[in-house]
């Protein structure tokens, strides 16, 4: 199974503040990359798809890029309701697997 | 808009079998290409992916899990039903039923999830 690690595993930021997230698969994925946003007692949200793909209604602070094996999530002025755990997942080969999550919080 | 709901006993014994229903609307699993899964999170920890069955009943299991996981449809009901035997006090989490679309492997509509508690 392609390993999925995330990095940090936690970070502490301000309001406003450009946030960064990077995910690194043990293989490479080409572009088959997507981005979950997790809040506390919610389902997680799908945020990007193919590495860089905005879906439907996802403010276009979040952006994705990378390909093959390093990717990062980006999120340009960190508001109050972006403050959550998210986690990168591969879908290029079975079984998808899903890094173990950044906890994004209030400094 | 695509919704999915899970159901299911909230709390089983160790060596039970868990059986969880999805009961999904507004798409139909006999799309070309379409499939609705399980994924389970243990408390505080990362996202697991469980199990899919596709439009034209292919299957797919985690490798860690497959001997314990069954994974069927009615389509005529909008249900996805899995069930996974032999629980274990680990095996506690919350389950979600997810719908994946035809144009690749994620996971773009989420249950609301159904917490499973596994204890004697």
């Known amino acids: 199974a392609v390993r999925m690690t995330q990095s940090p595993s936690s970070l502490s930021a301000s309001t406003g503040d450009r946030v960064t997230v990077t995910c690194r698969a043990s293989q490479g994925i080409s572009r088959s990359l997507a981005w979950y946003q997790q809040k506390p007692g919610e389902a997680p949200k799908l945020l990007i798809s193919d590495a860089a793909t905005l879906q439907s209604g996802v403010p276009s602070k979040f952006s994705g890029s990378g390909s093959g094996t390093d990717f990062t999530l980006t999120i340009s002025s960190l508001q109050s309701e972006d403050f959550a755990t998210y986690y990168c997942q591969q879908y290029y080969s079975y079984p998808p697997t899903f890094g173990q999550g950044t906890k994004v919080e209030i400094k | 808009q695509i919704t999915l709901k899970e159901s299911g006993p909230t709390l089983v014994k160790p060596t039970q079998t868990l059986t969880l229903t999805c009961i999904f609307s507004?798409?139909?699993?006999?799309?070309?290409?379409?499939?609705v899964g399980w994924i389970r999170q243990s408390p505080g920890k990362a996202l697991e992916w469980l199990a899919l069955?596709?439009?034209?009943?292919?299957?797919r299991y985690s490798p860690s899990l497959m001997s314990r996981l069954t994974i069927t449809r009615d389509a005529s009901k909008n249900q996805v039903v899995l069930t996974m035997t032999n629980m274990d006090p680990v095996d506690t989490a919350t389950y979600y039923c997810v719908h994946t679309p035809p144009d690749g492997l994620r996971f773009d509509y989420w249950g609301q999830g159904t917490l499973v508690t596994v204890s004697s």
């Open positions: 069955i596709y439009w034209d009943d292919e299957v």
């Open positions: 507004t798409f139909s699993l006999n799309t070309r290409g379409v499939g």
